[in-house]
C-alpha cells in the first residue's frame, strides 16, 4: 500500500518532509492563477479557432432553411416554417446575422457549460479547456455557418444544464422532437449523449425502482426517436409535384441564391439515398479522406475520452468501466453518418464535439475532491494543443483552411479545380 503523505499542520524536523509540505503548500497557492491562466489561454485559442473557420452561410445552408410546409408535410421543413418565416429568413441578410447569431450562441453555452461543470477545478490547472477551444472541431463549426448543425447542438446542450434527472428527461424529449422535424442528423448524432445523461442517475440511484424508472426514461426517448425516423422514412418523400410546388413557393419570396441539390435531396427515398451512398464508398479518395479526417479530429476526442475515464474512474470506483461504454457509445454515434451521408469531416467534428459535451457532463455531476489527471495525459493536452493550432485542410464548397488564416501570401494559394490545376501546369513548362 502507498504511505500517506504527511499532514500540513503535524510539525517535523525532517528537512525533506519540510520541503515537501512547503512544495505542495506552493503548489496549491499555484493553482488558482494556473486556472486562470488556462481559462483565459482556451478563450484567445477558441477565438483563433472560430477565425480559422468562420465565413457567411452558403447557398446550400440557406436554401435548406428555407423549406417548410407550403406543399404539404416534408422532413426538415419545421425549422422553415417556425423560425424561417417568423425572422423573415427569406432575405439572406436576415438569415446570414440569425446563423451567425446562433453559431456564437453555440460557443457561448459550450463555454458556461464548462464553467458551470467546474471543468478546470475538477481536472487542474484546466489544459482540457485549451484541448477544445483550440480544436479543428470548432474551426469546422464556424464553417458551417448556416448549417443545421448548429441548431441541433443547441438543442442537444440545453438539457445538459438541468441536474434533475426528471427535468432533464423531459427537455431531453422536447428537444428530441423539434430536433428531428429540424433534421433527421439529430436521432443520429446528438440522441445517443441525451440518453446517456439520462441514464448516468441509474449508477447513482439509491434504490432499484428509482434505476428501473430511470431506464424506462430512457427507453421511452429512444422509442420516441425511433418511432419519428421511421415515420420520416415511410412518409416524408414527396412526389415531382410537391417539389416543383415547393420550389416555385421558395423562389417567389427570397432574395438569395437557391442551390437546387437540395430540392432533389427531398424526393429521395432512403433506398436511393443508400444507393448514392454505395457510389461514394467506391470512389478511390474515400478511404485516405477517412484517414484524412481521423488525423484532425481523432486526437482532440481522444484525450477528451481519456479524461472522462479518469474523471468516472474517480466517481464511481465499481462501476466506471460500465458507465464508460455508455460514455464511447455517445462519443462514436455521429460517425454512424457516414452511412448516410458524404460531407464525412462534419461527422468527425461532431464526434470532438460529443466528447467533449460526455467529459463536461460527467464533470459536472460529479463533486468531490479534484482529479489530477496523469502526468502523460497532460503532456498529451499540451501536444493535441498544438497540434490543433497547426491543423488546416479542405473543408466544404472547395475551401482551405490555413492554420494562421490571416496570411494570404499570393504563392500560398489553395489550387482547387481541375482548371486551376491544368493552369498552374502550363504556366510551369
Known amino acids: 500500500m502507498r504511505d500517506k503523505e504527511p499532514m500540513n499542520d503535524v510539525p517535523t524536523d525532517d528537512p525533506a518532509c519540510s520541503a515537501d509540505t512547503e512544495r505542495t503548500a506552493a503548489n496549491r497557492a499555484r493553482t488558482p492563477a494556473d486556472q486562470r491562466f488556462w481559462k483565459w489561454t482556451a478563450l484567445g485559442l477558441g477565438v483563433l479557432a472560430l477565425a480559422k473557420g468562420i465565413r457567411l452561410p452558403n447557398s446550400w445552408s440557406y436554401t435548406q432553411a428555407q423549406l417548410d410546409y407550403s406543399a404539404g408535410f416534408i422532413r426538415r421543413g ?61 474551426s469546422y463549426l464556424a464553417h458551417v455557418n448556416g448549417y443545421f448543425d448548429i441548431v441541433l447542438a443547441l438543442l442537444c ?40 445523461s439520462v441514464l448516468f442517475a441509474a449508477a447513482t440511484a439509491t434504490s432499484s425502482a428509482e434505476r428501473m424508472r430511470v431506464w424506462a426514461g430512457a427507453a421511452l426517448l429512444l422509442l420516441l426517436g425511433v418511432g419519428m425516423i421511421l415515420y420520416f422514412a415511410r412518409h416524408s418523400a414527396i412526389s415531382a409535384v410537391q417539389n416543383d410546388e415547393l420550389r416555385q413557393s421558395i423562389a417567389s419570396r427570397a432574395d438569395g441564391t437557391l442551390n437546387t441539390e437540395v430540392f432533389k435531396g427531398e424526393r ?53 468501466r460500465r458507465i464508460y461504454v455508455g460514455v464511447l457509445i455517445a462519443t462514436l454515434a455521429p460517425l454512424r453518418l457516414n452511412l448516410l451521408g458524404w460531407d464525412l469531416c462534419r461527422w468527425y467534428e461532431l464526434l470532438s464535439l460529443n466528447a467533449f459535451l460526455m467529459l463536461v457532463l460527467v464533470s459536472r455531476l460529479i463533486g468531490g475532491e479534484p482529479v489530477h489527471l496523469p502526468v502523460r495525459l497532460r503532456r498529451a493536452c499540451l501536444l493535441v494543443t498544438m497540434l490543433n493550432m497547426a491543423t488546416g485542410g479542405g473543408m466544404m464548397d472547395q475551401r482551405h483552411i490555413r492554420p494562421f488564416p490571416f496570411m494570404r501570401s499570393q504563392n500560398a494559394a489553395a489550387i482547387t479545380t481541375t482548371a486551376e490545376v491544368s493552369a498552374a501546369g502550363a504556366a510551369h513548362m
Open 268 to 320: 429521395l427515398t432512403p433506398e436511393e439515398g443508400f444507393g448514392i451512398m454505395k457510389q461514394v464508398w467506391r470512389r478511390k479518395t474515400y478511404v485516405p479522406a477517412q484517414v484524412e479526417s481521423l488525423l484532425m479530429f481523432a486526437p482532440t476526442a481522444a484525450v477528451l475520452s481519456w479524461a472522462t475515464f479518469f474523471l468516472l474512474r474517480g466517481w464511481m470506483p465499481g462501476k466506471y
Open 157 to 196: 446542450v440545453g438539457p445538459l444544464f438541468i441536474r434533475r434527472t426528471g427535468w432533464r428527461l423531459a427537455a431531453a424529449a422536447c428537444a428530441t422532437v423539434v430536433g428531428i422535424l429540424i433534421h433527421e442528423q439529430f436521432f443520429f448524432a446528438f440522441l445517443p449523449v441525451l440518453i446517456v
Open 78 to 138: 419545421f425549422f422553415g416554417a417556425t423560425l424561417g418565416h417568423l425572422l423573415q429568413l427569406n432575405l439572406y441578410g436576415h438569415f446570414a446575422t440569425v446563423s451567425s447569431v446562433l453559431l456564437l450562441l453555440l460557443m457561448a453555452a459550450l463555454a458556461w457549460l464548462a464553467l458551470s461543470s467546474r471543468l478546470a477545478e475538477r481536472t487542474p490547472p484546466g489544459e482540457l479547456l485549451a484541448v477544445y477551444a483550440s480544436s479543428y472541431s470548432v
